[in-house]
């Protein structure tokens, strides 16, 4: 890790160092070392049962730390001399923890019915985070409701339906608008793409890409699919049996794969 004398884009966003999740006596994930930078992209690929779900869980800390440290670089508080501050995710109280998802975390689900209120508007949906920031105008929450639907292409005249008339494309779009609405530093995805048609995974791959750079994100991103982690991913770890294999920059890591089980994956989708 760098020293605290660089500015926050010098930083790492997230800083990963031995960490691991135990379900009893069996770990999920075990002995996780990497760094996050702002801005950058890091794809957590595998197998059903690699533990890339469990890693996700325990780095955005709806599964416990229980071993090695997560740390995380905060925003910076406002006014001079207000430095960021890099805290143990592990030492956070369940408060502290609330108050990043409110304004520095966003989480992308792959079933979009677990990250909406399906029976609230869609302009509901996005104005909510901004309500729990203190927006209080109405008039001004609904004009940043109307321009993310834009953004994520919804048509602006469904601003007052309900995600329960949307597509499944739609609603996972209505999502991301609902998790980055507020400006988050770090977003984590679980399979964004999941159970959607293939023409339908391209556009959401590209919105999501697109978003991402404009927006200077941080994101870790969960897939099966290594075309996923190819598009929209600078760094890819590789994970089986609870342990990472392989990383580094993602088209090395999918070009040249270097441990058997990557080859193996690699050599899979080169087959379909």
């Not at 690699?50 to 995380?72: A, N, P, W």
């Not at 689900?109 to 869609?122: C, E, F, I, P, Y």
């Not at 005249?157 to 999502?175: C, E, K, N, V, W």
Request: proline residues 4%.
């Amino acid at each position: 890790m760098k020293d605290d004398t660089g500015t926050d884009d010098e930083q790492p966003l997230l800083s990963v160092t031995d960490a691991g999740h135990a379900y009893g006596d069996v770990f999920g994930c075990r002995s996780v070392d990497f760094d996050l930078w702002p801005g950058e992209v890091l794809a957590i690929v595998g197998e059903s049962g690699s533990g890339k779900s469990t890693l996700l869980g325990m780095l955005s800390q709806r599964l416990s730390i229980d071993e090695g440290s997560v740390q995380y670089r905060t925003a910076p508080d406002g006014g001079p001399g207000h430095a960021a501050q890099l805290v143990d995710l592990s030492t956070l109280s369940e408060r502290e923890v609330r108050r990043l998802w409110r304004t520095e975390w966003g989480f992308v689900h792959q079933n979009a019915t677990d990250g909406l209120r399906m029976h609230v508007s869609a302009g509901g949906n996005i104005g909510e985070p901004l309500m729990a920031n203190g927006w209080r105008h109405y008039g001004r929450i609904r004009e940043q409701a109307e321009q993310w639907l834009a953004r994520v292409e919804i048509p602006v005249h469904r601003i007052d339906d309900a995600p329960t008339t949307f597509s499944g494309g739609m609603r996972q779009r209505l999502q991301i608008a609902r998790n980055l609405v507020f400006g988050p530093r770090l977003v984590f995805m679980d399979e964004p793409t999941g159970g959607l048609d293939v023409s339908v995974q391209a556009r959401l791959l590209d919105l999501i890409r697109s978003l991402v750079a404009d927006l200077g994100l941080a994101v870790v991103i969960v897939t099966h699919d290594l075309a996923v982690a190819r598009l929209i991913s600078h760094r890819t770890l590789v994970m089986k049996d609870g342990v990472v294999i392989e990383s580094g920059l993602t088209d090395r890591v999918l070009d040249d794969p270097q441990a058997a089980y990557t080859q193996l994956l690699v050599s899979s989708i080169l087959q379909d």
